[in-house]
T-cell receptor, first 114, second 112 residues
Framework: QQQVKQSPQSLIVQKGGISIINCAYE??????FPWYQQFPGKGPALLIA?????SEKKEGRFTISFNKSAKQFSLHIMDSQPGDSATYFC?????????????FGTGTSLTVIP | DVKVTQSSRYLVKRTGEKVFLECVQD?????MFWYRQDPGLGLRLIYF???????EKGDIPEGYSVSREKKERFSLILESASTNQTSMYLC???????????FGPGTRLLVL
């Protein structure tokens, strides 16, 4: 079953608006929650990440909000720009010395209209 | 900069053909992964390898096999390609215990 549930599947936002993508998980063993950004024809690349002991992390226009009790986290893109148009994946991982286990959401296709 | 390269960007194969997808990383990463990406389904893990000669099944290993003879190279093999294996295939790598995965550009495979 899907370990990380992501919504919405697609999102259209006007330039300058706020884009919000939500994810939920069940496994409390997850200890790292990254967001990946994927442009057409490219592989996903790490955008921003958070650990469960922090409720918010901000990097420029991108913010992760984390609610440990609700087992939810979300990506907020402030002042959305056409260049932000991409597919966004949330993920969760479990640390292991031999190799972490990674679980991805189903992705959100974001279109920012000029 | 970490670089993960995949042998082909686009491939067209016929049903029943044996298909090899190659992935090479240049950062001495122990862990390597193969995913397929389909609309609405996200990234689904096919196989992964935590070290040379090691392999583990992911969530959807049926119809696939892998080979890891050298640390930098991880190959995905479709023994007998079928139309339902038409997809985007992504390779990723990371160091043991590292939390960031580095992805290749993907191979878009069309099976006719």
């Amino acid at each position: 079953q899907q370990q990380v549930k992501q919504s919405p599947q697609s999102l259209i936002v006007q330039k300058g608006g706020i884009s919000i993508i939500n994810c939920a998980y069940e496994n409390t063993a997850f200890d790292y929650f990254p967001w990946y950004q994927q442009f057409p024809g490219k592989g996903p690349a790490l955008l921003i990440a958070i650990r469960p002991d922090v409720s918010e992390k901000k990097e420029g226009r991108f913010t992760i909000s984390f609610n440990k009790s609700a087992k939810q986290f979300s990506l907020h893109i402030m002042d959305s720009q056409p260049g932000d148009s991409a597919t966004y994946f949330c993920a969760a991982s479990i640390f292991s010395l031999s190799g972490n286990q990674f679980y991805f959401g189903t992705g959100t296709s974001l279109t920012v209209i000029p | 900069d970490v670089k993960v390269t995949q042998s082909s960007r686009y491939l067209v194969k016929r049903t029943g053909e044996k298909v090899f997808l190659e992935c090479v990383q240049d950062m001495d990463h122990e862990n390597m992964f193969w995913y397929r990406q389909d609309p609405g389904l996200g990234l689904r893990l096919i196989y992964f390898s935590y070290d040379v000669k090691m392999k583990e099944k992911g969530d959807i290993p049926e119809g696939y096999s892998v080979s890891r003879e050298k640390k930098e190279r991880f190959s995905l093999i479709l023994e007998s390609a079928s139309t339902n294996q038409t997809s985007m295939y992504l390779c990723a790598s990371t160091s043991a215990g590292q939390e960031t995965q580095y992805f290749g550009p993907g191979t878009r495979l069309l099976v006719l």
